[in-house]
């Protein structure tokens, strides 16, 4: 019972269409379970892949060479939050920091684009999930040219070029971060109108969860076609070869948490990662520490 994550990445160079993704894929063995033994066989398989990504990022802190970069990007409701919360339950928290971008402030909006998320980047033996991140820069900001406004940007010439230039400061970014040890992994995650419908309801029809309903959600969702325009050329611009995107589909939240955690243990995986072997002085060193101790 596996589900091969490779099946969703971007291939670089290549131009793809949303529309050719399906928001509500299920593996072969989940059509042919039964509705009520689904849950616990989905549980089960997240629950698998959980406990090699605990493994798996201890050998990662533990070897302190490679730090791994996770962006997530989406619509609204899409399970971001979910997904950090299901995926990485359970991994070290010193080594794991999520930051969640907002409207940039009045400070950030004097820097280029890219400042604040290059001071949060994860260090060595970590990993850092950006919830939303520069991406979106070649996204809300082409749909609402008022929020683009702000950044206060020299006169832009060109538009086209502009936009191009951006895709590759981007790119740019992430290849100097391969480069350098960090293993960079874009997830989208693919999200049916008709499904955000429904988990947009569901929050206001939820006083626990009614906090995280915004008004602006509803204004955002009647621009959908052009979120999926800007979220299709992003993809076909920026998914290389050294930091591919992946598009996960995320109707069923299940579906995504597999996908995801699937594709961080595996890629971690082949770093092929060992413990630190001590050395021979080290080695003195911790013996003379234990005789020490065992004669208090």
């Not at 009045?106 to 970590?126: D, Q």
Request: charged share 30%.
């Amino acid at each position: 019972m596996s589900i091969d994550a490779q099946d969703f990445k971007v291939p670089a160079g290549k131009t793809i269409r949303l529309k050719n993704y399906d928001s509500g894929w299920l593996p072969k063995w989940a059509k042919q379970e039964k509705r009520k033994d689904l849950k616990q066989q989905a549980l089960a398989l997240l629950e698998e892949n959980r406990q090699k990504l605990i493994s798996e990022q201890e050998l990662l802190w533990a070897s302190d060479t490679y730090a791994m970069l996770i962006i997530l990007q989406g619509m609204d409701a899409a399970g971001k939050d979910s997904t950090i919360r299901h995926v990485m339950s359970g991994v070290n928290p010193q080594g794991c920091r999520v930051t969640s971008f907002k409207t940039p402030s009045t400070e950030e909006l004097k820097h280029n684009f890219l400042w604040r998320h290059i001071k949060v980047l994860p260090e060595r033996g970590s990993i850092g999930i950006f919830n939303r991140s520069y991406y979106e820069d070649v996204l809300i900001v082409k749909v609402r040219p008022e929020i683009f406004a702000k950044q206060k940007l020299p006169p832009i010439k060109n538009k086209a070029l502009f936009w191009e230039q951006r895709y590759e400061d981007i790119n740019l970014l992430e290849r100097h971060l391969t480069r350098g040890g960090t293993l960079v992994l874009k997830f989208y995650l693919h999200i049916s109108k008709k499904e955000q419908k429904k988990r947009l309801l569901k929050r206001l029809e939820n006083p626990d969860k009614a906090w995280k309903f915004s008004l602006t959600d509803i204004e955002e969702r009647s621009k959908w076609p052009e979120y999926e325009k800007v979220y299709e050329e992003m993809l076909n611009k920026t998914s290389t070869e050294w930091a591919p995107w992946y598009v996960v589909p995320a109707d069923r939240k299940w579906v995504a948490h597999a996908v995801i955690s699937d594709v961080i243990t595996s890629e971690i995986e082949k770093l092929n990662l060992k413990y630190p072997v001590l050395s021979e002085t080290q080695k003195e060193a911790l013996a003379k520490a234990k005789a020490e101790l065992e004669k208090e």
